[in-house]
């Protein structure tokens, strides 16, 4: 399928995305092996990351898919987001758990003084929801339309491992109008992992990490943790400033979660061997959210209240106050001076 980009409407220019062809391998596989990795369940993703990652680092996020984006945008002006604004129109899909929207609008400036607005339009499975992708974008840009009447361009970032699943434009006939609406697609699955790791800019580790979770979703938690470290390293060879590090380095680590939670707090202490890094800031926020809606917080049951006792065992090792193990773990002080 060709897609018309509609950026080259606007007198803007996205990086040409060419497919590529996937050689398929076999392989003698014991039986014992075989059985192994039957019981191997596909990886939890935290998809909500992506609406985080666009704001942590915009500018390179614009730089990655406008190739001539310092010629076009004034970075001196920061970019706007306003998403929120539309979310009542789109009401999380209740019964399709394998289905999520990640949608961002961000406002940018050009440098000739004028707005200039970019609809993000992530879907993150590859699963159809109950809405028409393509009805679900035009419903977008509609309302977007309506509200600022300013141009819009429109990028689709498709980050399910369903090669099938291929976003085609909008199209309604009726006694002889038609009516059309092409929209700028980027497939991580169709991108290389070479060509990722030579391109010099960050959000580039962010499409990598994307790609692993899609390609190695059913690795070992050693495994994972490999691929987190060898993530990092691309990230450091960037030599990104420390508020754009952490914005990705958040990503990579939560992205694609370890089953064990044990071993994040091991991937953590490596990390800080190697990097000299300590926590970024943000972090306990976030696994004090996680935790509460994984029903640590409450004590929902018995498995959950034996991880916080065992995250809470390996914090200790390494120091942490006993109040912060405390609110993040929800255990009382007496619970972790016991351990």
């Known amino acids: 399928m060709k897609i018309v980009l509609l950026a080259e409407k606007q007198g803007l220019r996205f990086a040409v995305i060419k497919p590529i062809k996937l050689e398929l391998t076999t392989s003698i596989v014991k039986p014992k092996q075989q059985k192994r990795k039957a019981r191997r369940k596909p990886r939890r993703r935290d998809d909500l990351l992506w609406k985080a990652i666009v704001e942590d680092v915009s500018e390179d996020f614009l730089r990655f898919f406008f190739p001539e984006a310092d010629a076009l945008f004034d970075f001196s002006r920061k970019c706007e987001y306003l998403d929120k604004e539309f979310d009542p129109f789109f009401p999380y899909e209740e019964n399709t758990a394998a289905v999520r929207y990640v949608d961002k609008l961000i406002k940018v400036y050009l440098k000739n003084g004028t707005e200039k607005w970019i609809a993000i339009h992530v879907e993150v499975q590859n699963q159809r929801g109950k809405e028409d992708f393509s009805s679900r974008m035009i419903r977008y840009w509609y309302l977007m339309k309506e509200k600022y009447n300013v141009s819009i361009t429109a ?21 002889g109008t038609k009516l059309t609406y092409e929209y700028n697609v980027y497939s991580i699955l169709d ?67 370890f089953e064990n939670p044990k071993m994040m707090i091991t991937f953590d202490r490596e990390l800080q061997a190697l990097t000299g890094r300590t926590t970024p800031m943000g972090t306990e926020e976030y696994l004090l959210d996680k935790f509460k809606k994984e029903g640590i917080a409450e004590g929902e049951a018995k498995g959950r209240h034996d991880e916080a006792l065992e995250i809470a065992r390996e914090m200790k090792k390494d120091k942490f106050p006993v109040e912060t193990i405390a609110k993040l773990t929800k255990l009382t002080i007496q619970e972790i001076e016991a351990l």
């Open 155 to 175: 990028l689709a970032i498709i980050t399910g491992s369903n090669n099938k699943f291929k976003p085609t434009p909008y199209v309604e006939k009726c006694l």
């Open 191 to 257: 991108q290389r992992e070479a060509a990722l790791q030579a391109n010099p800019n960050p959000f580039a580790v962010v499409i990598l990490a994307a790609l692993s979770a899609i390609r190695k979703k059913k690795v070992t938690d050693l495994e994972l943790k490999a691929i987190k470290h060898e993530l990092n390293r691309e990230l450091t060879k960037r030599k990104p400033d420390a508020v754009k590090h952490k914005g990705i380095m958040n990503f990579i680590k939560y992205y694609m979660n």
